[in-house]
């Protein structure tokens, strides 16, 4: 059975702004589904409507197949961990995680195991008569990530909630917030705006654009077939090189010069892309094109190259991603080639692909 | 960071005139009182008489000054009590006022500008048991109202007077100590399933304790020590001695009594009252209540 349907949400402000148009989700039961898109896209809007935060504006919300548009957040079995944490800071760490089962009810003893199991699975055990204030950051994000597990919900929200931890931190935590939700087979809806810890957690991710679903997919698919030019360019990093171009008889036209042979059907202009890591180093007799080198990162494992492509009118901006060091010199040309197979082709009209 | 005078004289002129205030109507008056409370002075005061601690044994020694006393703390507690109670319900209300907010805010914030002598006054005419509109209509109600015979209801109305003005002050207080707690606080209590009321008093209530208590401590100072001008305007500290509290009977001891040595005497009690709260105040308020 599905877990969670959105059905057709939208979301206008009081103050008139229209932040969410029309949203279809339908999540399946433990699925770990990751809203991503850049800042202002409305992930956060998103998120607070499931957690009955936000009003929903239009549309049906369906948690376990019954309607709780109306409901109170209480009412809804949902968890949700902010990305400020907001623990309550006059309150101990056993304080802060056994609230939400004092408020339901629950008795002394179940709340008092419920909250020592959650704890150790967390390795909180030592911390639970500290206040929050006496505690790391990660310790923060735990004791956050343990308030929302011990009252066993139907779903967790996590909005953004490594975002304040620093970048080795944010990577063991992320394996960790997988590894438990697999454990736990909680159903999850996770909102950020990186993309790699949106490409590692997730099962299916939806990518966001100015309150628009341009996708949603596994991150494989959006890897391999982005939708849009937008999915495109915000799936991977560094970013898929995006080049406007014209179809015609002949294939695709980057200049009055240079033009990568391709017989399709359709006429007019086109968005071509290739990714940085798709890109081949050939001879020149083998060559798309030459990209005159202006920056070299070398990162050890990989090498990126930061060049321009000389396409008369303009000077096009393209990155080349090649594993293992390489030094090669700046101002001097390195010749390419695109293979086939790993060309996007996008109408730039519709913003399609093609 | 230091700053560097060139003139050796323009600091001393500049503190100059706070200097002379002080001195003139603070240290020198606190000095006369000092000294006035070990003599004994004739009514006309043409002439007086060294007579030790006489005047605090006999002070202490008098029902009447403990009655002070109480009056005092009934009186301060009272005000203190309910001026923050009734500020934090008004800073509530006007926290989740959306729409007109700052002219409710303005509005509450009037009464703070009236002079203590004219809001004691205003409360005057209002309760006056002959003609005023609040007397009258409790008298239709059955309340016999009539504070200039029943030292209840004199206390009710210096309480009243007294708390009405400085509910503005504490309600600045309240509503910026209520914006100060973060909305994803409330939010996280409200998905952990606490009604409106269980959030206010777990973690709004418990969130503001530094705020209540700075409060509760300017307060009980107000109420002890500044409230002369609002008890004079209402009751003039009667019926009987019903309202006089300690700082008032200073004042009716000496200047209406003429006994100028027992109120010498209380002014140097008041004084080391004065000290114990400021260092309370000090030692407290600025170490901040820890939650
Ligand atoms: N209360 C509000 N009233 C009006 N507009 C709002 C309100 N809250 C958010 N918005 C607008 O809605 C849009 C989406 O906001 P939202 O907070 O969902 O973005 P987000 O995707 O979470 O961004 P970020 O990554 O920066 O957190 C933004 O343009 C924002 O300005
Ligand atoms: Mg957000």
């Known amino acids: 059975m599905s877990d969670v349907v959105l059905n057709n949400i939208g979301k206008t402000y009081p103050n008139g702004y229209h932040a ?12 770990f589904i990751v809203l991503v898109g850049p800042s202002g896209c409305g992930k956060s809007t998103l998120l607070r409507m499931v957690a009955g935060l936000e009003t929903i504006s239009q549309g049906d ?22 990305q400020n944490y907001a623990l309550y800071p006059h309150m101990t760490v056993y304080a802060n995680m056994a609230y939400g089962l004092k408020n339901r009810g629950e008795s002394k003893e179940v709340i008092a195991e419920k909250v020592t199991s959650v704890a150790n699975m967390l390795g909180l055990e030592e911390l639970l008569e500290r206040k929050p204030k006496q505690l790391s950051g990660g310790q923060r994000q735990r004791v956050a990530m343990g308030r929302a597990m011990v009252r066993d919900p139907k779903v967790f929200l ?29 159903t999850t809806l996770y909102v950020t705006h990186d993309q790699v810890e949106a490409m590692t957690l997730a099962d299916r991710l939806v990518v966001l654009n100015k309150g628009k679903a341009e996708q949603i997919g596994t991150p494989m698919d959006l890897y391999n077939k982005p939708a849009t030019p937008f999915v495109a360019a915000f799936i991977g990093s560094p970013s898929m090189n995006l080049i406007g171009a014209n179809l015609d008889e002949q294939g695709i036209r980057l200049s009055q010069d240079l033009h990568l042979p391709l017989v399709h059907q359709h006429r007019g202009s ?75 082709v996008f109408d730039a009209v519709t913003q399609q692909r093609l | 960071m230091s700053v560097y005078f060139p003139h050796k004289k323009l600091p001393y002129l500049l503190v100059l005139p706070q200097l002379v205030i002080t001195l003139i109507f603070f240290l020198w008056p606190a000095e006369q009182a000092f000294e006035q409370a070990f003599y004994q002075e004739d009514a006309f005061g043409l002439s007086r008489e060294f007579v030790g601690f006489d005047n605090f044994v006999y002070l202490f020694n008098d029902p009447q000054y403990y009655k002070s006393i109480w009056v005092t703390l009934v009186f301060s507690f009272s005000v203190a009590f309910s001026g923050l109670a009734i500020a934090l319900w008004l800073a509530v209300m006007a926290d989740r006022v959306i729409r007109g907010k700052l002219t409710y805010q303005t509005l509450l914030v009037w009464p703070y500008a ?47 007077s007294a708390t009405w003005k400085q509910i503005s002050y504490n309600f600045l207080f309240f509503l910026a100590g209520l914006q100060a707690v973060p909305r994803s606080l409330i939010e996280a209590a409200s998905i952990d399933g606490a009604s409106p009321f269980k959030r206010f008093w777990t973690i709004v209530f418990p969130l503001l304790s530094p ?66 709260m400021t260092v309370i105040q000090f030692r407290y308020i600025e170490r901040k209540v820890e939650y």
């Open chain 1, 20 to 31: 969410i148009p029309s949203i279809d989700l339908t999540i399946e039961e433990g699925e």
């Open chain 2, 114 to 160: 009236v002079a203590p002598a004219l809001a004691g006054v205003l409360w005057w005419l209002l309760f006056d048991p002959s003609m005023g509109p609040v007397a009258l209509w409790l008298q239709y109600f059955g309340v016999d109202w009539n504070h200039f015979l029943n030292g209840d209801q004199a206390m009710t109305l210096v309480v009243i």
């Open chain 1, 61 to 82: 919300l369906m948690i376990k197949g019954a309607k709780v548009n109306d409901k109170e957040p209480a009412d809804r079995d949902i968890a949700m961990v902010f």
């Open chain 2, 211 to 276: 705020t209540t208590f700075f409060l509760l401590v300017i307060n009980l100072v107000y109420a002890f020590f500044d409230t002369f001008g609002v008890i004079d305007a209402t009751t003039q500290g009667g019926p009987g001695v019903s309202t006089a509290t300690m700082v008032y009977k200073v004042f009716n001891d000496g200047f209406i009594g003429l006994d100028m040595g027992s109120s010498a005497a209380q002014s140097v009690v008041l004084m080391f009252l004065v000290g114990v």
């Open chain 1, 158 to 186: 996590f909005d953004e909630p490594l975002s304040n931890l620093d970048a080795k931190l944010r990577v063991q935590m992320r394996v960790e917030i997988r590894q438990l939700q697999r454990k736990l087979g909680t």
């Open chain 1, 270 to 344: 086109v968005v071509w892309g290739i990714r940085p890591e798709h890109l081949d180093v050939v001879d020149e007799q083998n060559a798309d094109f030459a990209l005159r080198i202006q920056a070299v990162e070398s990162l050890g494992a990989e090498t990126l190259i930061h060049g321009t492509v000389d396409l008369g009118v303009k000077q096009e901006p393209i990155v080349v991603r090649l594993s293992g060091p390489h030094w090669p010199e700046i101002n001097s040309l390195l010749w390419l080639k695109a293979p086939m197979e790993h060309w996007h």
